[in-house]
């Protein structure tokens, strides 16, 4: 799958694709119809689609202080738009001179002329150019005026409202990956390269994979039942895992820590994908390390269980 930046000239072959335009960061139901219609406006017209994106999120851009809250990385957004059907993956690379073009330049220099674009897919509320100016009245307007064409997916919702990233997100936060899996259409899941540790858990039975949290969302720190991918391989494996700050050890830090049941390779400096299912406990400081290895030896008999009547 072709990753297009849109500083660069589109290839030719690229030319008069159909693009879904949006950020598309958790690549929700409400986006996977987005980029849907794009994907069969295209095949439908014999066109390439794309599926665009932004990075850094718009908001990190204007309000770089704000907590994590990235839902998926580039990497597993291409993954996933390359499942959905789509041709290639266009990063609109957010900096001062994308924040400071205006709605009629975006659509004029930058879609029709750099692009090529044939036509556009929004949602309804997408918002563009300087001072988010530009709408999908203008897309259709002022784009169809120079040949653009622009289609409109409204909103997808369930029986309580709109889906969206910041329901995903809250429900994360309160230690539900169960709701945010429903509205993603699969488990929220973090990639990373595993790291090397203070071992702590090799002297107590229980090696884990330690990874960096890094830009991500930070779901309820606490004890879930996890699946783990090994990138290289496609290899799926079983544990528990723990995210947050470590409260039995010293100094506090922030961490990924998977244990994988019934593995015994070395994942040192592989790529692996943990994906969260169900949340078992939040985190706690034990009396004794005798008393955290008995309740690792419960919270991994539970996600056992939990995992394999998922199967």
């Known amino acids: 799958m072709r990753w297009l930046d ?30 849907g219609e794009a994907i069969r406006w295209a095949r439908e017209a014999g066109r390439p689609s794309i599926v665009a994106t932004f990075d850094p999120h718009p908001v990190r851009y204007f309000k770089p ?109 309160q230690g539900d990956p169960e709701e945010a899996a429903r509205l993603l259409t699969r488990p929220f899941a973090i990639r990373g390269i595993v790291e090397h540790g203070d071992k702590r858990g090799r002297t107590i039975g229980y090696p884990t994979a330690n990874l960096s949290i890094e830009g991500y969302l930070r779901p309820r720190y606490g004890i879930y039942a996890v699946t783990g991918r090994i990138m290289a391989t496609g290899q799926v494996l079983k544990g528990a895992a723990n995210i947050g700050i470590r409260p039995q050890f010293e100094p506090p830090k922030e961490l990924l820590e998977p244990y994988f049941f019934d593995f015994s390779g070395d994942l ?30 419960k919270d991994c008999a539970k996600a056992r269980s939990l995992l394999d009547n998922q199967d």
Do not use: C, W
């Open 6 to 35: 849109h500083r660069e000239a589109m290839p030719e072959s690229l030319r008069g694709a159909v693009v879904a335009l949006g950020n598309f960061d958790g690549f929700h139901k409400g986006h996977q119809a987005v980029a």
């Open 65 to 173: 202080d704000v907590p994590p809250f990235r839902l998926t990385t580039l990497e597993q957004r291409q993954d996933l738009y390359l499942a959905a059907g789509a041709t290639a993956m266009l990063v609109f690379h957010f900096d001062g001179e994308l924040a400071g073009t205006t709605a009629e330049d975006f659509i004029t220099d930058i879609l029709i002329r750099r692009l090529g674009a044939h036509g556009v897919v929004t949602g309804g509320d997408f918002t563009f150019g300087q001072g988010a100016k530009g709408n999908v009245a203008m897309l259709q307007t002022l784009g169809g005026e120079h040949g653009l064409a622009s289609r409109v997916v409204e909103p997808v919702g369930d029986s309580d409202e709109i889906i969206s990233s910041s329901r995903i997100r809250e429900a994360l936060r």
């Open 268 to 297: 040192y400096g592989q790529e692996i994908e943990v994906a969260f299912h169900h949340f078992l406990r939040p985190e706690a400081k034990f009396e004794s390390l005798d008393a955290l290895t008995e309740q690792m030896d």
